[in-house]
C-alpha cells in the first residue's frame, strides 16, 4: 500500500506496524487484525452422525451426556460446514425437461394445515434421474397463485425447457400446465387410492358395482388400445347411470369422466416417456416426515426451513423413471 485511500497520497511509516497519509495526516494499520472472537473449526462427524445414522438431537444428547441446546449449536456449525461439502448438483442444460409437482402439510393443534412444503422435482425427458430442484415453504393453503409463485423460483433456462407436468388431480396445477402450453399427467396412484377408499373392505352397498367400476378405471389407466379406452369410459358411465349406483362413486369419480384425457397424456406423448405417477416426489416427502418425526416436531419456521435446505442437499437426485419402464414393462410380464 502505497498510496492512502482517503486522499490518494503517499504514505510514510508511522511507528512499527502504521502508515500516515502525507496529506491529511490520517494513520493507517498494514495488516489489520480480525475482529471479534475467533472462529471455530467445524467438523463434519456430527452432521454425519445425525444425517446418515437417522438419530435425533434428543438422543444423542443423552448418549453422549451433553446439554441438548449446546449440540443443537453445534450441530448447526457442523450442518453449515456439510452443506458447503455437498453443494446440489445442476439440472443438465440441454433438452427438454419434465417437472413433478406436489405439496406435504404441516398441521397444527386444531388440525388446520398452517404450512405447506412445496415441492418441485425436474427430470430430463432422456433420463430416469430427477434432481429435486425446489423444496420451499410457504404460509397458507394450496393454490393456483402459490404454485405460480413456487414456479417462479425455477431459474428461467430450467422454466422454458419444461414441456410436461406431473402431479395430482389439483385443478389449479392443470390450468397452469395449460396456459403454459405443457402436457399434464394426473398421477394415477391418487386415482387408485380414492378407488381402494370407495371399495372398503367390508360388505357395504353396491359392492359388486364398485369392484365393477374399479376394474374398468383400472383398465382404462393402462391400456395401450384407445378404442378399448373409450369402451371402458362408456361402460363406466352407462354404470353411473344405473339406480343402484352408490351415488358416492359418480360423486368422488367424477375427475375420472370428465376429465380423463388428463389420465393418458402418457399415451398421447408416448416420446417424452412421462411417469405416472408423483412418487417420486412424495419420496422426498417421506423422508421430510421421517425427520420431523425423530425431532417430535419442530418448534419454529425458521427451524423448518433450514431442515428442508438439510434434507434437499442430503437427498438430491431421486430416481424418476417414465410409464415404459413401469406400466409396460410389468403388463409385458404378465402377458408372458
Known amino acids: 500500500m502505497r498510496t492512502s485511500s482517503c486522499c490518494g497520497a503517499f504514505l510514510k511509516p508511522h511507528a512499527h506496524r502504521r502508515k500516515r497519509c502525507r496529506a491529511c495526516g490520517k494513520t493507517f494499520t498494514i495488516r489489520p487484525r480480525t475482529r471479534g472472537r475467533k472462529l471455530k473449526r467445524q467438523h463434519l462427524s456430527l452432521a454425519h452422525a445425525i444425517l446418515r445414522n437417522g438419530t435425533s438431537l434428543r438422543g444423542l444428547s443423552e448418549t453422549r451426556g451433553i446439554n441438548r441446546e449446546t449440540l443443537r449449536r453445534r450441530f448447526y456449525g457442523s450442518a453449515a460446514a456439510w452443506l458447503r461439502a455437498h453443494p446440489l448438483p445442476e439440472v443438465p442444460e440441454q433438452g427438454p425437461l419434465i417437472a413433478m409437482a406436489d405439496a406435504l402439510w404441516f398441521q397444527t393443534r386444531n388440525h388446520k394445515p398452517k404450512y405447506g412444503c412445496f415441492g418441485i422435482l425436474i427430470r430430463p425427458v432422456n433420463e430416469t434421474t430427477g434432481y429435486v430442484t425446489v423444496l420451499t415453504l410457504r404460509r397458507g393453503r394450496e393454490s393456483k397463485v402459490a404454485w405460480q409463485q413456487v414456479i417462479k423460483l425455477l431459474p428461467r433456462s430450467v422454466r422454458k425447457r419444461i414441456v410436461a407436468l406431473i402431479a395430482d388431480g389439483f385443478t389449479g396445477l392443470s390450468s397452469i400446465a395449460a396456459e403454459e402450453g405443457w402436457h399434464f399427467q394426473w398421477c394415477h396412484i391418487h386415482v387408485r387410492r380414492r378407488l381402494a377408499e370407495l371399495r372398503g373392505l367390508r360388505k357395504v352397498p353396491g359392492r359388486e358395482i364398485r369392484r365393477q367400476a374399479q376394474r374398468l378405471i383400472h383398465t382404462f389407466l393402462e391400456t395401450e388400445d384407445e378404442a378399448r379406452a373409450n369402451e371402458c369410459q362408456r361402460r363406466l358411465r352407462r354404470l353411473f347411470a344405473l339406480?343402484?349406483?352408490?351415488?358416492?362413486?359418480?360423486?368422488?369419480?367424477?375427475?375420472?369422466?370428465?376429465?380423463?384425457?388428463?389420465?393418458?397424456?402418457?399415451?398421447?406423448?408416448?416420446?417424452l416417456n412421462l411417469p405416472v405417477s408423483t412418487n417420486s416426489i412424495e419420496r422426498v416427502n417421506a423422508f421430510i416426515r421421517e425427520r420431523v418425526r425423530l425431532a417430535r416436531g419442530l418448534n419454529s419456521e425458521k427451524s423448518l426451513r433450514r431442515w428442508l435446505r438439510i434434507l434437499q442437499h442430503q437427498h438430491p437426485k431421486i430416481q424418476c423413471r417414465g410409464f415404459k419402464e413401469t406400466i409396460d414393462k410389468n403388463h409385458r410380464k404378465s402377458v408372458s
Request: proline fraction near 14%; glycine fraction near 4%.
Open 243 to 271: 339406480p343402484e349406483c352408490p351415488p358416492t362413486l359418480p360423486t368422488r369419480l367424477s375427475g375420472v369422466i370428465h376429465r380423463s384425457h388428463l389420465l393418458r397424456t402418457y399415451r398421447h406423448a408416448s416420446d
